[in-house]
Every structure is written in structure tokens, then in C-alpha cells.
């Protein structure tokens, strides 16, 4: 199937302390309000520092579990509506989830063609669409033929693509992939990073990486940073920009903020299509005389 679209709306997301207990003590935000739109086809990755909140993200695209608030739409379906089984089904169908750690993703005692089509066993029941050929589908990630090659005597970055393959196997529009280089070489890096690109240049599909690792940022393209639950900043083909996000607020890179006690006043200028902050009025002499983010209007 083709890419799907990818709609987050003010997401909210809550761990709560006790499903009992009264609300706020000891609850956790991990996501505070979150705005992201992916279109179809895109290839992305989601940065940021531990704790963020990115795999509490891509959990959510997933469908593992559902918003306190906001909405999460895949292609026109929305997450927070469905029911459990139908985003079971969605999961093993529309959308392909590649858990961090290809071991989780794979039986290590079955062949790559016994992995696949366990993969594809419900997506072929539930849904009665053609599915590629396991071959195709090794093909694709990198290990034409290794189909009867067992999950145990593959090399990390091969085992890698093993389970992208696997995650790949029901054909679905939104593949999401959680750290798939953290424990790899550069070389198994590269090889994983290529196979996800031939995925998304020969099916279309839609994919969203969760990682660590700047460099996979920039090789995908798009790479959006998460900063305290909420999107900090978006990379795009080497540039950085600042987000601004459905509430209005902007967050301004770290290593600016730093330079700014909370409370410093700025002004705000704009003209021909240049925006300014310039610190100024109460605190502004703690602050830098000038301040200017530049961002096209
Ligand atoms: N199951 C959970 N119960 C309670 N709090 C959680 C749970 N999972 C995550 N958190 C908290 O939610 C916040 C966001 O965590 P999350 O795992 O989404 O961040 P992350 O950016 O993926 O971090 P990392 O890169 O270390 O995996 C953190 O404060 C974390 O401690």
C-alpha cells in the first residue's frame, strides 16, 4: 500500500502514578502538547535527549497506547477512537512497528522466510490483500537470498534488516522503527539506513525512526527534535529551524536559552520576512544587547 499520512494535534501524554490516586501526584508528562504532521511518503526522524519522550511518541503512532489528550491521526483513521481490536489489526497491517532490539522482533530458531511469514500469516487472513513474495521482501532490505538463513547466524546489522524486513512484511503504509542503529558499526549502520531508503523510494512507505544518533537524523532528511515533551526544533536537508507549535510558543535552541534567565523581556520586530528578538526592557541587563533568531516568515 502507499505511505500513510501522520497528524499529531496537541498531544498529551500522562503516566499517571496510580490509575486510583488522585491526579497530579507523582504523574509523569512525557508528552505536553505535541504538533507534528508527516505527509505520505516522508522518510523522518524523531531526536532528542533521554527522556524526552520519543518512544512515548512513536508508542502512541503505534497505537500501543492512547493520548490523555489531543488527537493522533494515521491516514484517516483516529488512533484514540479505534478500538483494541481494530488497532491490533491496523498493527499488523497498516501499520509496521520494529521494537528496539532486533532480537524482540524475531524468533531466533526459525529461518528468515519462517519470520516473514508468520508476519504476514494474519495480515493475509484479516485484510485479503496480495503480499509480496518473502524473497521480495528480503530483497528489498538487503539479503536476497538468505531466506533459510536462521535469525541466530546472521550478523548484527543483517539481523537488523531481518527485522525490518519483518516489520515491512504485511506491506504496510507506516513503518515506525525504534533505535535501529544504536548497537551497530558504521558499516551495519549504513546498510540499515540503506535498506530503510529502498523501502521508502520502491513502496512509498511512510517512516519514522526514533534514534540517538544525529547522523541518521540528517541522512533521513527531516529530522525533529523533542524537547521536554513537546517539538523542540525541526532539521531539513542541513538547516535548523525553530517550530512553532499550535499553542503559539516557540522554543529557542538550548545553547540560546542559556544565555536568557526566564523572565528576560524581548521585542519582536518584523519585517520583510525577518524576524527579530531583541532583548530588551527589564532584565535586559543580564541579557546580550541583541538577540536576533532569523527565520524566513
Ligand atoms: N512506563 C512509564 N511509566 C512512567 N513514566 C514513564 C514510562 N515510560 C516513560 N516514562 C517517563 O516519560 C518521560 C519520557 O520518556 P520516553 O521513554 O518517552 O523518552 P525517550 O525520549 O524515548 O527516552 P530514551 O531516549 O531514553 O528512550 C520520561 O520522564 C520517562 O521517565
Known amino acids: ?29 512525557a508528552l505536553a502538547g505535541v504538533d507534528l504532521s508527516i505527509s505520505p511518503g ?21 497505537g500501543l497506547m492512547r493520548p490523555s489528550a489531543g488527537r493522533v491521526n494515521i491516514g484517516t483513521y483516529d488512533m484514540g477512537k479505534l478500538s483494541d481490536s481494530e ?33 504476514q500469516r494474519r495480515a493475509a487472513r484479516t485484510s485479503g490483500i496480495q503480499l509480496d513474495d518473502p524473497d521480495r521482501i528480503l530483497d528489498l532490505v538487503g539479503l536476497g537470498g538468505r531466506g533459510r538463513a536462521k535469525v541466530g547466524e546472521l550478523a548484527p546489522g543483517a539481523r537488523q534488516r531481518a527485522a525490518l524486513a519483518v516489520g515491512i512484511a504485511a506491506g504496510p503504509g507506516l513503518l515506525l522503527v525504534d533505535e535501529p542503529t544504536s548497537q551497530l558499526d558504521t558499516h551495519g549502520r549504513d546498510e540499515v539506513l540503506g535498506a530503510l531508503e529502498t523501502v521508502n523510494t520502491e513502496r512509498g512507505t511512510t517512516i519514522v525512526v526514533v534514534t540517538h544518533d544525529a547522523e541518521v537524523g540528517a541522512r533521513l532528511g527531516r529530522a525533529v527534535t523533542i524537547r521536554d515533551g513537546r517539538v523542540g526544533a525541526e532539521g531539513r536537508d542541513g538547516q535548523d529551524f525553530a517550530v512553532v507549535a499550535g499553542d503559539g510558543t516557540v522554543q529557542l535552541p538550548p545553547e540560546v536559552l542559556g544565555m536568557y534567565p526566564p523572565g528576560t523581556l524581548f521585542t519582536v520586530d518584523h519585517e520583510d520576512g525577518t524576524v527579530s528578538l531583541v532583548a530588551g526592557g527589564a532584565h535586559a541587563a543580564l541579557a546580550p544587547p541583541h538577540a536576533s533568531g532569523v527565520v524566513p516568515d
Open 1 to 29: 500500500m502507499s505511505g500513510l499520512a501522520v497528524a499529531c494535534r496537541r498531544v498529551v501524554h500522562i503516566y499517571r502514578a496510580s490509575e486510583a490516586g488522585a491526579a497530579g501526584a507523582g504523574d509523569i508528562v
Open 42 to 62: 516522508e522518510m523522518l526522524a524523531l531526536v532528542g535527549p533521554s527522556g524526552s519522550g520519543k518512544s512515548t511518541l512513536i508508542s502512541l503512532l503505534a
Open 87 to 119: 488497532i491490533s489489526r491496523l498493527r499488523g497491517t497498516e501499520i509496521g512497528v520494529v521494537l528496539q532490539g532486533a532480537a524482540r522482533n524475531l524468533l531466533p530458531y526459525a529461518d528468515l522466510h519462517r519470520n516473514i511469514w508468520l508476519a
